[in-house]
């Protein structure tokens, strides 16, 4: 089987790494500089520069430009599946721009390249097993029900790294704050989020901090810190934020 992407950004490139172990990959590009550059990384994958005469009939086409152009692109022919990873595009705005036989909404992060995302779909019932399939190769999948739940989750799964990303930092700068080296501090912090992965798998979060904190302890200490920066709400508000975007988009 082949798939194609259409378009080859951060998130693409990041799924062809794991992709290419199973699948043919072809990449349609407008850019010759990453063609190049994903030809020299993948001998084996088949590059096309995307022009006006670009034609994708019977392809199974993963849709990874940028949002905002998919106005100005020019596809020729009808796709077989369409499987988009564009945030806060509907399907809908899909079938007026390209033409498939079935249109599939995902959602990835950033960690598909190391087979470890919290990929999230909705879209044709009738190729749910193969899309699951697909996806199961860049980590664990979420069939939700209609594409609301899916801008929903795009701003938690989708964004999430990067919120994550923002906690991580700052108990980094913390370590190091309190006379800690720099690299101890990521190792701790790296250890950290593998460690609570486990542990949220078999528990809520609030049984968690319960287990975890003493009365007058260091960690009641912290936690009251972070209560008193609204640090949950903020966390609530950044999720609501990035639904709200993404409902704009559609």
């Known amino acids: ?17 794991p992709l290419i172990k199973k699948y043919n990959i072809e990449v349609i590009a407008r850019d010759e500089k990453v063609l190049k550059e ?14 006006q005469n670009t034609d ?3 392809k ?13 692109l020019k596809l020729k022919g009808k ?6 990873i564009l945030a806060g595009t509907s399907i809908d705005k899909l079938k007026q721009n390209i033409l498939a036989d079935k249109y599939i909404r995902v959602m990835p992060n950033i960690a598909a390249i190391y087979q470890n995302s ?10 749910k097993q193969n899309t699951i399939e697909l996806f199961e ?24 790294p990067a919120y994550l990303s923002i906690i991580a930092s700052g108990l980094i700068d913390g370590a190091v704050s309190c006379g800690l080296k720099r690299e101890y501090g990521k190792k701790l912090v790296e250890g950290l989020f593998k460690g609570f992965t486990r542990v949220l798998g078999y528990n809520h979060p609030e049984l968690i901090k319960d287990e975890v904190t003493s009365p007058n302890g260091t960690t009641i200490k912290g936690c009251e810190v972070m209560e008193s920066a609204s640090i949950r709400a ?5 999720v609501k934020a990035g639904y709200n975007q993404a409902v704009t988009k559609r």
């Open 137 to 160: 190769n860049i980590g664990d999948v979420l069939w939700l029900s209609s594409e609301d739940e899916l801008d929903i989750a795009t701003a938690v799964a989708g964004s999430g």
């Open 234 to 238: 903020t966390m609530t508000d950044a």
């Open 79 to 84: 796709a077989d599946t369409l499987y988009s």
């Open 38 to 51: 994903m030809k020299k990384n993948y001998c084996d994958i088949k590059t096309i520069l995307l022009d």
């Open 56 to 58: 994708i009939t019977n």
């Open 118 to 127: 919290m990929t999230t779909i909705t879209g044709d019932r009738t190729n």
């Open 60 to 72: 199974n086409i993963i849709l990874s430009t940028k949002p905002d152009s998919l106005d100005k």
């Open 1 to 17: 089987m082949t798939i194609t992407f259409v378009g080859c950004g951060t998130m693409a490139k990041a799924m062809i790494k």
